[in-house]
């Protein structure tokens, strides 16, 4: 009992804190998803007309076909490559501490810096276009191209993430015993069956972990859009939730802009299930 009560001591503050601006909000925007309300006029209850308008409407399913390009884009690399970049930074080697820090610095940067830095190296006279014109090669349109613009974001979406996610990855690798990997030496499995038969089932819960929380940072995804590309070009790079943004502080239909966030969040629920019924399977 004496336990239980400091231990609730101690999260009520955070319980008080995730109360007041995640799950009331939520509850509020679910109210207000079934209403017409935009800021300067009276609400008036609506029903599922605001979630009907949202399943017809063009500019919704352009958006939503984004999300999936770049969930699809960012998420397989954010899953496995900092396996492979957790594995390097594991070993016993000198400085490996140094090159830990120099991989794990981009998720220090805040993300408007790091949007206008590859702003700026994306430009048609940046850093990119200048190494491809050494070898003879066009520029690119890097955020001006509607093929383009979606994988461009993605790679700076990868760039930063993978530090963040070495992380988790490496505190998994500390916890997988050291004679597996000896053993599976001893019974001649190289560096590539010793990680594909021990390292990756180990970290499976790991990489479950990884999995949905990349999954829903991606379809959350929203600073690079908004600094980048502003949703262009002829929105190949809108998102949901810039989607969100432009109707509920543009066009100020926060009623709409509710039921667009809910129906994105029916989304992000299924494909998280559908990750732990496939990596959990046994």
Do not use: C
């Amino acid at each position: 009992m004496y336990k239980t009560r400091h231990a609730w001591f101690f999260l009520t503050p955070a319980l008080l804190l995730l109360m007041a601006f995640s799950i009331i909000p939520a509850f509020i925007a679910f109210f207000l998803s079934f209403t017409n309300y935009n800021v300067f006029q009276p609400m008036d209850w609506v029903g599922l007309k605001n979630y009907m308008a949202v399943l017809r409407d063009s500019e919704f399913w352009n958006a939503m076909k984004n999300t999936f390009y770049y969930w699809i884009l960012v998420t397989p690399a954010l899953v496995v490559l900092p396996v492979f970049l957790a594995i390097l930074v594991n070993q016993k080697l000198l400085g490996v501490k140094v090159f830990r820090l120099i991989f794990y610095f981009p998720v220090l940067v805040s993300v408007v810096v790091t949007a206008f830095l590859w702003q700026w190296m994306f430009a048609s006279d940046g850093i990119f276009n200048y190494f491809l014109s050494l070898l003879g090669i066009e520029p690119v349109k890097w955020l001006t191209s509607t093929k383009v613009v979606m994988p461009s974001l993605g790679i700076v979406t990868v760039w930063q993430g993978l530090g963040y996610y070495m992380l988790f990855y490496l505190a998994g690798l500390q916890s997988v015993p050291s004679d597996l990997y000896e053993a599976a030496e001893l019974d001649g499995a190289g560096f590539w069956r010793k990680h594909l038969n021990i390292t990756f089932p180990m970290l499976r819960p790991m990489i479950f972990f990884v999995a949905v929380v990349s999954t829903m940072s991606a379809f959350k995804e929203f600073t690079l859009m908004l600094t980048m590309t502003q949703g262009g070009p002829i929105g190949a790079s809108t998102t949901v939730v810039y989607l969100v943004f432009e109707e509920a502080f543009t066009s100020l239909n926060m009623g709409y802009a509710s039921a667009i966030s809910f129906l994105l969040f029916a989304v992000i629920l299924v494909l998280s299930m559908l990750n732990q019924r496939t990596l959990d399977k046994e």
